[in-house]
């Protein structure tokens, strides 16, 4: 496939052709520059993110430059850019966004209760020492989790998809319902109504522990070599 692109590029993007587009690109250059401003803002409506739309609506008016020279209203720019296929950059901005996401719920900062005392601490250091039995503040960490919807069991992190205290750390930010993107990290999996603490029993995601701690997740798989050929 690569072979062929090249092949066509080298047949399509001659000296002459070059020097055309330029040509007429330059010529075109204030209706080019107002379409810019047009289909950053029709990105923005689209894909419900100025910052998306200030990255893709001039590469979008750059490519309908090369259907039409005229300028292009709001309503035309949305219509246009709605019979094209953005399957590319949804994907890539969810499984972005996942990680943002996830970066958040593990930075916040959060009071809990143990041994009646009030601490505070990220929601990622609590996981730390839930994930560790044998860690000092093990029990109070674990609890103080489960207020948030949050648990870990066999080497996964669940985390619940309506926990009230969660939503409020969530409430102004753009990820509520949080569940859709947890669900784009990699190796989690939808579980069904799963036990958190008393009264908050509710669906939820799983995933890895790693995902958080940064270890390497463990293959189970045989691999198709010995100690006997490192030797």
């Given at each position: 496939?690569?072979?062929?692109?090249?092949?066509?590029?080298?047949?399509?993007?001659t000296?002459?052709?070059?020097?055309s587009?330029?040509?007429?690109?330059?010529?075109?250059?204030?209706?080019?520059?107002?379409?810019?401003?047009?289909?950053?803002?029709?990105?923005?409506?689209?894909f419900?993110?100025?910052?998306?739309?200030?990255?893709?609506?001039?590469?979008?008016?750059?490519?309908?430059?090369?259907?039409?020279?005229?300028?292009?209203?709001?309503?035309?720019?949305?219509?246009?850019?709605?019979?094209?296929?953005?399957?590319?950059?949804?994907?890539?901005?969810?499984?972005?966004?996942?990680?943002v996401?996830?970066?958040?719920?593990?930075?916040?900062?959060?009071?809990?209760?143990?041994?009646?005392?009030?601490?505070?601490?990220?929601?990622?250091?609590?996981?730390?020492?839930?994930?560790?039995?044998?860690?000092?503040?093990?029990?109070?960490?674990?609890?103080?989790?489960?207020?948030?919807?949050?648990?870990?069991?066999?080497?996964?992190?669940?985390?619940?998809?309506?926990?009230?205290?969660?939503?409020?750390?969530?409430?102004?930010?753009?990820?509520?319902?949080?569940?859709?993107?947890l669900?784009e990290?990699?190796?989690?999996?939808?579980?069904?109504?799963?036990?958190?603490?008393?009264?908050?029993?509710?669906?939820?995601?799983?995933?890895?522990?790693?995902?958080?701690?940064?270890?390497?997740?463990?293959?189970?798989e045989?691999?198709?070599?010995?100690?006997?050929?490192?030797?």
């Open positions: 496939m690569w072979t062929g692109l090249l092949s066509d590029m080298r047949e399509t993007f000296p002459e052709y070059c020097r587009m330029l040509a007429r690109t330059l010529d075109n250059l204030p209706t080019l520059l107002a379409n810019v401003s047009t289909f950053t803002r029709a990105a923005s409506l689209m419900k993110d100025a910052r998306a739309g200030d990255q893709m609506g001039p590469m979008i008016a750059g490519a309908y430059s090369l259907t039409s020279t005229a300028l292009i209203t709001e309503e035309a720019a949305m219509a246009w850019m709605q019979k094209q296929d953005w399957d590319f950059h949804t994907q890539n901005r969810e499984t972005e966004d996942s990680g996401l996830l970066t958040h719920i593990m930075t916040s900062r959060v009071r809990y209760d143990t041994a009646g005392i009030t601490r505070e601490s990220t929601i990622g250091d609590m996981v730390q020492l839930a994930a560790d039995r044998n860690a000092a503040g093990h029990d109070g960490a674990v609890q103080g989790l489960r207020s948030y919807g949050i648990k870990i069991d066999e080497g996964r992190i669940f985390i619940s998809n309506t926990a009230p205290q969660l939503r409020k750390l969530l409430q102004d930010t753009p990820y509520v319902p949080w569940h859709r993107g669900s990290v990699a190796g989690a999996r939808g579980e069904k109504a799963t036990y958190f603490m008393t009264g908050l029993i509710t669906r939820a995601v799983s995933i890895p522990l790693a995902a958080v701690t940064g270890d390497v997740v463990p293959i189970d045989d691999l198709p070599f010995g100690e006997d050929d490192f030797r």
